[in-house]
Each structure stands twice: as C-alpha cells, then as structure tokens.
C-alpha cells in the first residue's frame, strides 16, 4: 500500500501536487467561509434569500398563485440550461480522453504550455472531469428542489384559511422560503464549480497558472458574492 501510494504521488512534481492541493483546499473552504459568513453577514444569497422569503409571504395573501408558478418554473429554467450544458461539456472531455495522444500535442504547442506526459495530461482532464460531474449533481438537485418549490406553492391554502387562523402565514413563509433559498445554494454550487473549471485551464499551461488561477477566480467569487454592486442594492 505505502508502495502505491508513493507510485502515486511521483506521478506529478511537487509543483503540481501544490497547485492541485490549493485548488481543493481554497475551493472547500471558501465555500465554507461563504456559507459561515452568511450568518453574521448578509451575502448575496442571504440578501435573495430574506425576498424569498417576502415573496413566499405574499403568496399567502393571493388566491390566484398563476405568477407564482410561472416565477418558480422560470427559476426551475436556468439550472435545468446549465445542467444540459455541462452534460455537453462532459461528453467532450471523455471524447477528449479517447484522443489523449493528438490532444497533448495540440496542447505542447501553445505557448508557455508546460510539458508533460500523457498520463499527466489525462489526470488533468479527469480533475476537470470531477469539477463538472459536482457541477452537474447540484443543477439537477437545483431543478428538483426548485420543483418541490412549486408544488409547495400549489398546495399552499387559500387565503381564507389563513385568515381564520387554520393556517400559519409565518410557518408558511419560512418553510417555503428556506425550500427556495435552497434550491438557489445548490445553483450557486454548480456556478460555482464552473468559475473554478476556468483555474484548472489553467493548469494546462503552468502549475504556477493554475494556482494564479485558483486565487484569481476566489478573488472574483469573494468580490461578487460580498461586495458587489447588486449587493449594496439588495441590501439598501
């Protein structure tokens, strides 16, 4: 076993295992930062997720839910786009795989791309691989949710219910509010996964590309979910 494991880590340079190891390491944890910053901070999902809950709250005060249900099949939409694209996307990295040979040597041919074996190259396309498959599980948990949502809402009583106290506007409102901003987290997972696909290009080039890469896109999810401009409006 210890034998494996050393066959294993001399396959790539320490420079590589770095890269490698800032990117899983800063991917996890910025997202447990986002996700802890949260709750003392208002992030963008945060700041969404209080007019999900507002609108979830004026659901309760609507007999005619059609709008509702139209902005929850909308919002079902896009991940259910990005999901069929990734499944794009996979599909050519596995074509990629099967011509490994022609692909290294168009690789070796752009500039300051490093050199490398086609045992290095497929690790790195399989390393993509891994980024869109987790891409491609939160979608479809997005879309299901976002489905839950829905029906949440259909089955959401009339407004004389919770006007004669049989039903409870607020339990409501939190119950399916939280379901929504659920669904919205996991979108944001996938998106996330594809800001990161653009570090591992990265990696084809340098592992010094790579780890710019990984800080420069942690830089740019930092930015846009904490201090952007749709932010400070969210917020006002």
Not at 132 to 161: C, E, H, K, Q
Request: aromatic share 14%; net charge positive; proline share 2%.
């Amino acid at each position: 076993m210890f034998a494996s494991l050393t066959h294993l880590i001399s396959l790539l340079p320490w420079q590589d295992w770095g890269a490698l190891a800032l990117f899983c390491f800063g991917w996890i944890g910025y997202a447990l930062f986002a996700s802890r910053r949260a709750k003392v901070e208002s992030t963008l999902l945060a700041s969404t997720n209080h007019y999900r809950r507002l609108w979830m709250a004026q659901v309760t005060h609507r007999d005619q839910r059609i709008v509702d249900a139209a902005v929850a099949q909308n919002l079902a939409s896009s991940p259910s786009f990005w999901a069929s694209t990734t499944i794009l996307v996979l599909g050519g990295l596995l074509a990629v795989l099967g011509t490994n040979e022609r692909a290294n040597e168009l690789v070796k041919d752009l500039p300051f791309a490093a050199r490398t074996s086609m045992l290095v190259f497929d690790i790195k396309i399989i390393v993509l691989l891994a980024v869109f498959v987790y891409a491609f599980f939160r979608f479809t948990w997005s879309m299901r949710v976002y489905s839950f949502g829905a029906i949440l809402v259909g089955a959401a009583p009339n407004t004389d219910v919770f006007e004669r106290g049989e039903a409870d506007r607020e339990e409501f409102a939190n119950r399916a509010g939280k379901l929504m901003g659920m669904a919205a987290e996991s979108f944001a997972d996938g998106l996330r996964a594809y800001y990161m696909s653009f570090a591992v290009i990265g990696w084809f080039v340098s592992p010094v590309a790579f780890a710019m890469g990984t800080l420069a896109v942690l830089w740019v999810l930092y930015r846009r979910e904490f201090r952007s401009d749709v932010l400070a409006i969210l917020r006002a």
